[in-house]
């Protein structure tokens, strides 16, 4: 089945580093949604991108889409503590009514104030 | 609007007992799920629903059965009870549409099975 794997597992930073989360897949996606879970909370909907190289932007944060539509990252800009929680990637591989989201791992960001 | 709600926010049962989760939300979404997620393997979809009256096997349902009798409520049903099932339950949302599958988490619930 469909795989999507995500790295690093863990990163710490000093506020104002910036961080990088890599998300791959084993097959093509169709598209893929990035989501934040703060410690304790459940996981929230950043955003998603269907095109092949796509990039969106949300203030500090800015997503790729590969070419080949099987990988993607997440970039923040100079952290803030604000931005501690876990990220993760999911993908979908079909556009049919059965296709479901394969999460990656997660990336747990701690920021040092 | 509520978005989605789980019950309960917290159980802890003993090997071999059963119990139900229950998930509602009033959105009128069309699509409802069932995660579990464990440290370091983010989320894993149990059973999920395309709609009223349909359920569906996820990657890891054994161990679990769901119903949908009502579209804005999804149940969640251990029949008996395994310390492997000790996790934190997700249930979420989603309109189905042709751009927009974002999903809605609730807040979960944390079992512990001893």
């Known amino acids: 089945g469909q795989q999507v794997m995500q790295i690093p597992q863990y990163q710490h930073v000093q506020e104002g580093e910036d961080f990088t989360t890599y998300c791959n897949s084993s097959?093509?996606?169709?598209?893929i949604q990035w989501y934040k879970q703060r410690p304790g909370g459940h996981p929230v909907f950043l955003i998603q991108l269907v095109k092949s190289g796509e990039v969106k932007k949300q203030k500090r944060l800015t997503f790729q889409f590969g070419e080949a539509k099987k990988n993607s990252s997440l970039h923040i800009t100079a952290t803030q503590t604000t931005d501690v929680g876990t990220y993760f990637c999911?993908?979908?591989?079909?556009?049919?009514?059965?296709?479901?989201?394969?999460f990656g791992e997660g990336t747990q960001l701690t920021v040092n104030p | 609007n509520a978005g989605v709600t789980q019950t309960p926010k917290f159980r802890v049962l003993k090997t071999g007992q059963s119990m139900t989760l229950l998930c509602a939300q009033d959105m009128n979404h069309e699509y409802m799920y069932w995660y579990r997620q464990d440290p370091g393997m983010g989320l894993r979809l149990i059973h999920y629903?395309?709609?009223?009256?349909?359920?569906a096997k996820g990657e890891v349902p054994d161990g679990y059965n769901v119903s949908r009798l009502k579209k804005q409520n999804f149940l969640l049903g251990l029949e008996s009870a395994a310390p492997s099932q000790t996790s934190v339950y997700f249930c979420?949302?989603?309109?189905?549409?042709?751009?927009?599958?974002?999903?809605?988490f609730g807040p979960g619930t944390r079992l512990t099975v001893t």
């Open positions: 999911a993908g979908r591989s079909g556009e049919t009514s059965g296709s479901r989201l394969t």
């Open positions: 979420a949302s989603s309109y189905f549409g042709q751009r927009n599958y974002e999903q809605y």
């Open positions: 097959t093509t996606l169709s598209n």
């Open positions: 629903s395309v709609g009223e009256g349909t359920t």
